[in-house]
């Protein structure tokens, strides 16, 4: 990996010269943790297209980057230091992944200022985060009036064999034919796939607005950086509100094999649709691979049988291979939602009905306390467990990619989680499916970090 010693970037969107000096001084300061923050996303941005899913090897590499904000009396521009190589051509930053490195900076300033300047973000209550979560999305230009429902959100692991990246692909060619817009979590892998076969759909029919949004939160985007498709990137505060930004602006839903991440994605939607005030709502969901990735949705959708129930299997439809039957049908759903939205006068672009419970949208910090305290037994709403399942999901996915996590693990040991014995041991063989089809970690040994016990 080659550096680039110095450079200057100044916006491509003229808006963004427009921060104000309150604004510019609450990144400014180098001890600050929203500089640190900032460093870090700006850095996974210019890393962009890097094969290396561990965040702390990139941020060992790296750790002579900085990055500053110079104000002028006609804007702003950056001034980069000792950054990635690959982001640059002949000495001039890649256009796209300027715009990238400048959606950092609006949605890490904008969240920042809203959240210390008179506490603008209310983070404490239910209508307050879905509020939040709105805003921002609205800031950066995501949700917008009066356009009819048309986006899928894609979801699926970053680290996939080459076919079931090519089955993505083939699907997103196959949405792109129908002028559907794509949504994933921005990285490489099933996220990439879908954006790049859209591309190739939305060019033969002519379709010159195509929207490739990435939607990912700093925890996350070092081991995930904005693949090059991404044409609108957006950095929610934490993994909750960037689940409930996904499943706000959604359409519809895809979901193609992954590994810990996927099945935490899987659990958090279904947790939301089980909800008694969620039974009437719209959103089609499902689960799509090639037919030689067709066990991973075996697998998943017996370990869902067993903790949440058959009632569960109501909400996704399992499909093995056929692209084009895929497209067809969420075509076919995001037409009934369109029907009715339209005749409940609900948004089209934002889904304000969807009821998003407490344990589904408040941050969950995956200590080794939290992890140990976790509700794994069958004794409780289905909704309920499914949110507890979520969390433990969630903290391997920390544990396996977040660099916090990550530091965790090695100073105290795996995660424990403790439960109910016939739970325990679904998970488990669930987990060791997983780490048997390289699921967990796109490069090197896997070594778990959690411990199961019953």
């Known amino acids: 990996m080659k550096k680039i010693p110095h450079a200057f970037v100044r916006p491509a969107n003229s808006s963004l010269n427009l921060l104000s000096h309150r604004e510019i001084e609450g990144v400014m300061n180098s001890e600050s943790h929203t500089y640190e923050l900032f460093r870090q996303c700006a850095l996974a941005v210019l890393n962009t297209d890097s094969i290396e899913d561990d965040a702390a090897i990139i941020a060992e590499y790296f750790s002579d980057f900085s990055?500053?904000?110079?104000?002028?009396?006609?804007?702003?521009?950056?001034?980069?230091?000792?950054?990635?190589?690959?982001?640059?051509?002949?000495?001039k930053m890649i256009r796209g992944i300027q715009e990238h490195l400048f959606s950092v900076l609006r949605d890490i300033v904008y969240t920042h200022h809203?959240?210390?300047?008179?506490?603008?973000?209310?983070?404490?209550?239910?209508?307050?985060?879905?509020?939040?979560?709105?805003?921002?999305?609205?800031n950066a230009g995501i949700v917008k009036a009066n356009v009819q429902p048309h986006l899928v959100v894609c979801w699926g692991g970053h680290s996939i064999p080459r076919q079931e990246y090519d089955h993505t692909k083939h699907v997103g060619y196959q949405l792109g034919l129908r002028g559907l817009g794509i949504a994933t979590g921005c990285?490489?892998?099933?996220m990439k796939g879908p954006m790049k076969g859209a591309v190739v759909g939305h060019g033969k029919q002519q379709i010159a607005d195509g929207r490739y949004i990435g939607i990912t939160e700093p925890g996350i985007i070092a081991s995930e950086?904005?693949?090059?498709?991404?044409?609108?990137?957006?950095?929610?505060?934490?993994?909750?509100?960037?689940?409930?930004?996904?499943?706000?602006?959604?359409?519809?839903?895809?979901?193609?094999?992954?590994?810990?991440?996927?099945?935490?994605?899987?659990?958090y939607l279904l947790g939301l649709l089980?909800?008694?005030?969620?039974?009437?709502?719209?959103?089609?969901?499902?689960?799509?691979?090639?037919?030689?990735?067709?066990?991973?949705?075996?697998?998943?959708?017996?370990?869902?049988?067993?903790?949440?129930?058959?009632d569960a299997t109501k909400y996704y439809e399992i499909i093995i291979d056929h692209p084009d039957i895929v497209a067809q049908?969420?075509?076919?759903?995001?037409?009934?939602?369109?029907?009715?939205?339209?005749?409940?006068?609900?948004?089209?672009?934002?889904?304000?009905?969807?009821?998003?419970?407490?344990?589904?949208?408040?941050?969950?910090?995956?200590?080794?306390?939290?992890?140990?305290q976790l509700n794994l037994h069958r004794d409780q709403p289905d909704y309920q467990l499914a949110a507890e399942l979520r969390r433990a999901f969630s903290g391997i996915v920390a544990g396996n990619v977040k660099a916090n996590g990550i530091e965790?693990?090695?100073?105290?040991?795996?995660?424990?989680?403790?439960?109910?014995?016939?739970?325990?041991?679904?998970?488990?063989?669930?987990?060791?499916?997983?780490?048997?089809?390289?699921?967990?970690?796109?490069?090197?040994e896997y070594k778990p970090c959690y411990k199961l016990v019953s």
């Open 67 to 91: 990055i500053h904000i110079i104000p002028q009396s006609r804007g702003i521009k950056l001034e980069v230091i000792n950054a990635p190589a690959s982001a640059f051509v002949d000495g």
């Open 114 to 138: 809203k959240m210390s300047v008179g506490g603008r973000f209310d983070f404490n209550t239910a209508d307050g985060i879905t509020d939040s979560v709105f805003r921002i999305l609205r």
């Open 187 to 190: 990285g490489i892998g099933a």
């Open 225 to 267: 950086s904005p693949n090059p498709t991404v044409n609108e990137l957006v950095i929610l505060p934490d993994i909750e509100k960037r689940l409930e930004a996904f499943v706000r602006l959604a359409h519809s839903i895809i979901v193609f094999p992954g590994g810990a991440g996927t099945a935490e994605e899987v659990l």
């Open 274 to 310: 089980m909800h008694p005030a969620n039974h009437s709502l719209q959103i089609p969901i499902i689960f799509s691979a090639s037919e030689e990735s067709a066990e991973y949705f075996q697998s998943l959708d017996k370990f869902i049988r067993f903790t949440l129930g058959e």
């Open 329 to 372: 049908r969420i075509q076919q759903g995001v037409e009934k939602v369109h029907r009715y939205r339209r005749n409940n006068s609900e948004s089209y672009a934002y889904n304000w009905q969807l009821t998003i419970p407490d344990e589904f949208q408040q941050p969950f910090d995956p200590s080794h306390d939290n992890m140990k």
């Open 408 to 444: 965790r693990i090695k100073k105290h040991g795996p995660y424990l989680l403790k439960g109910d014995s016939k739970l325990i041991e679904a998970l488990e063989k669930l987990l060791v499916s997983f780490v048997q089809q390289g699921r967990m970690k796109l490069n090197g």
